[in-house]
């Protein structure tokens, strides 16, 4: 009996020993482990230093990086009480108009960085001064007694950032720091996760940036542990899998057009590719997320909302400032679409040529290149996704219409920063960081934005986040109808569910028009409205409204723009930065422009300091009431001679 009893001791003893490592951390021999797996393993390193040595602009890319990282290694570290405050909503940067990184999201673009740095050094002293950063940053987030569940991004987004430092420097962490990160991935992000899906939360249901960013943050951390916790890692890739097709079809299907606008669109499709890119590093399995339709083409949707002089076609929360964009390159060859690499590798260029100019010692921080630099926080991945292959001439339209969300785009000319570039937003109002701006449009052209959309407001203000009909988000001056390049009818905003569709378009080198139904978001006070954007020889802008509302009703035309106006009855000159935009009305001839402020109603809301507003006031007519507008660097005075007559009848 006594040896039975010691036979079943030894036994769970040799059960123990055999699976505690599996089931509770690594074991003290790292040796047998297959580290790092995910997106940057070390025969990429060693591919990417070796065409460095013959490839200038990726060598540049690297030495920002280590620029970059530098100005990171006396950052303050994360405290849990400024993650579940989220001041970063209510800085002096944010009320000034700068976009600046939530709590999370810097620390995780941080370890990003970092991790980066580290892997590209050649020298143990420069490892060392990276590593003893990513040590304090690992020691910050595991003492965090959660990742702020109640807004789960934050979850995400440092789930990724730890399990990314977990597998690129697992041979060189301590036994100590891997399983106090184990135990935190575990505990504050898949655990949590997993509840989150059983209580059929959110996470499972609602489609957008949210649901790329925090399944790709868990399918990482997944990934990195899969042989560390296996019964969990299996649960999170799982339910990651059944989720991950339908979100993306939802996203990008048919035609590739992001409706939270660019901004959105580089954040959640770079987390997208990011864990398309760690399934494939790892289990060389993507799990056809590349076959989704619109995927392929979505790398067109940002290019084209990107403008001469790099500002973004900024509907929804965007801010006007682009910024770099890694994902293309990575698109680009997955997709074997060389334009998407060409445009990348000529903006960087651009980038680096204006930054030979400046000094190289200078610190760079990330917040300091998200309020006012064109990188970005994803800027190390332009070196993991360099690609050189893409040097190949392809054909780009210059014009294009992506008619299921109502977008259309028009430019002169690829790589010129005086091209003419017009844009117009149709689509729907009511979706996720949508503002109430069907037929709104931004205009370039000589290297100036004349024609501008503010982008987001505070995230702090109460009620933003209301999408009903009633909800709070459509009082504010930034997100509702008042303050964008649109029609506005009786002083109201358009529908909450209005939609607007592209019912037609032409393209020619000469002359190209867009013409968008905008009447399903002015259903309850007019008829009809329909607007039509022409952009002419290259040169002149023409803006034509058609609508049919109650007679009496009171139509406002406006364009919201930083340029000084200068106002002479039914002509304006536009000045900004010594260049000139002139202004006609066509019809109706009986209105004049007016300056107009777009200053909010209440001190809590940006202010738009440097903005005025041009519009025109009519009052509809019987019939129909048509406004006609031509906006050229050309004088006022020779405007209607270069305009095809078609474009400029004001019959009724």
């Known amino acids: 009996m006594i040896l039975n009893i010691l036979k079943g001791r030894i036994f769970i003893f040799l059960i123990i020993v055999i699976f505690f490592p599996v089931v509770y951390g690594i074991s003290n021999n790292k040796q047998s482990v297959n580290h790092p797996r995910i997106i940057l393993k070390e025969n990429k390193v060693q591919e990417i230093l070796s065409e460095a040595k013959h490839d ?8 920002e990086i280590f620029r970059m990282a530098d100005g990171e290694l006396n950052a303050p570290l994360i405290t849990y009480e400024a993650l579940i405050s989220r001041p970063h909503r209510i800085s002096k940067e944010a009320l000034s108009g700068k976009y600046v990184l939530d709590i999370a999201s810097l620390s ?18 420069q490892k060392n001064k990276y590593k003893n950063r990513i040590v304090a940053e690992i020691n910050a987030l595991v003492k965090l007694p959660d990742w702020n569940p109640g807004h789960f991004l934050d979850v995400g987004e440092i789930s990724l950032a730890l399990a990314i430092t977990y597998d690129w420097m697992f041979d060189d962490l301590s036994i100590t720091d891997l399983k106090r990160i184990e135990t935190s991935l575990l505990n504050k992000g898949m655990l949590p996760g997993i509840a989150k899906h059983q209580k059929k939360s959110w996470l499972k249901r609602k489609i957008n940036n949210h649901t790329q960013v925090i399944n790709a943050g868990l399918v990482i951390a997944a990934l990195a542990l899969n042989d560390i916790y296996p019964q969990p890692c ?8 059944g989720v991950m097709p339908k979100v993306m079809k939802h996203i990008y299907s048919p035609e590739g057009v992001y409706v939270e606008g660019p901004s959105y669109w580089q954040y959640g499709t770079t987390f997208n590719i990011m864990m398309i890119d760690a399934l494939q590093t790892a289990l060389k399995d993507d799990w056809g997320l590349t076959q989704v339709t619109g995927f392929e083409s979505t790398g067109t949707f940002e290019m084209h909302s990107i403008s001469p002089t790099y500002k973004y076609f900024n509907f929804a929360d965007a801010p006007e400032q682009a910024r770099i964009t890694p994902a293309l390159y990575w698109l680009g060859y997955a997709f074997k679409e060389p334009a998407y690499g060409n445009f990348m590798t000529s903006w960087l260029e651009n980038i680096f040529k204006a930054r030979r100019s400046e000094n190289k010692t200078a610190i760079v921080t990330l917040s300091g290149t998200m309020s006012n630099k064109p ?9 993991i996704w360099y690609d050189k292959s893409s040097e190949s001439k392809t054909h780009v339209p210059t014009k294009i219409v992506l008619k299921e969300k109502g977008i259309a785009v028009l430019r002169t000319k690829w790589n ?18 949508s503002h109430l701006d069907l037929g709104s449009f931004v205009l370039e052209s000589d290297g100036v934005r004349w024609a501008i959309d503010f982008g987001r407001e505070l995230y702090n203000l109460p009620g933003i986040s209301q999408y009903s009909k009633k909800g709070k988000r459509w009082d504010y001056y930034r997100i509702n109808t ?3 390049n649109t029609i506005m009818i009786n002083g109201k905003n358009q529908s909450v569910k209005g939609t607007a569709e592209i019912i037609s378009h032409e393209f020619s080198d000469q002359f190209s028009q867009v013409q ?12 009809s409205v329909k607007r039509s954007i022409a952009m002419v020889k290259g040169r002149h802008v023409v803006i034509t409204d058609e609508i049919v509302a109650k007679s009496g009703a009171r139509i406002r035309w406006a364009m919201v723009t930083p340029a000084a106006i200068k106002i002479n009855g039914n002509k304006a000159i536009l000045t900004c930065d010594q260049k000139k935009l002139y202004a006609h009305i066509v019809a109706p001839q009986d209105t004049h422009f007016m300056a107009i402020s777009t200053k909010p109603q209440t001190a809590a809301e940006k202010q738009n300091e440097g903005t005025s507003m041009l519009s025109v006031t009519t009052i509809a007519k019987l019939i129909e009431t048509k406004i006609v507008i031509i906006l050229s660097n050309d004088a006022a005075e020779n405007l209607k001679q270069m305009i095809p007559m078609q474009l400029l009848s004001e019959d009724n």
């Open 482 to 484: 008042k303050s964008h």
């Open 234 to 241: 299996e649960k999170i890739m799982m339910i990651a899998k």
């Open 108 to 125: 995780g673009s941080r370890l990003l960085l970092l991790n980066t740095a580290y892997r590209f050094s050649q020298n143990r002293a």
């Open 375 to 383: 990188l970005s926080r994803f800027f190390p991945l332009a070196a």
């Open 56 to 63: 200038p602009l990726l060598q540049e890319i690297i030495d």
């Open 416 to 433: 010129d920063e005086t091209a003419l570039y017009l844009a117009i937003k149709g689509g729907k109002n009511g979706v996720s960081h």
């Open 516 to 527: 968008l139904d905008l009447s399903s978001a002015y259903s309850d006070i007019a008829t």
